[in-house]
């Protein structure tokens, strides 16, 4: 099993917030502002968002 790059982890993951109404990637600089909802989605201006989800992908050889 190949391991994971912990610097474009942090590139892909780190800050990176999902609206979990139209899907759209926000990034925020911590996580804070998202729970006091200060934070908000560019596309359909909710609220509601979501950590990225890590996906486990296998490299290609």
């Known amino acids: 099993m190949e ?4 610097i474009a982890d942090n590139r892909l ?12 990637k926000i990034r925020a600089p911590n996580a804070k502002l998202i729970r006091l909802n200060k934070v908000r989605c560019r ?8 950590p ?7 490299l290609k050889v």
């Not at 391991?3 to 912990?6: F, G, S, Y």
């Not at 596309?43 to 979501?50: K, V, Y």
């Not at 990225?52 to 296998?58: G, P």
């Open 43 to 50: 596309r359909c201006g909710s609220i509601a968002l979501r």
């Open 3 to 6: 391991k994971a790059n912990p």
């Open 13 to 24: 993951f780190k800050g990176v917030y999902v609206c979990r109404n139209c899907k759209a």
């Open 52 to 58: 990225k989800h890590k996906e486990l992908r296998k």
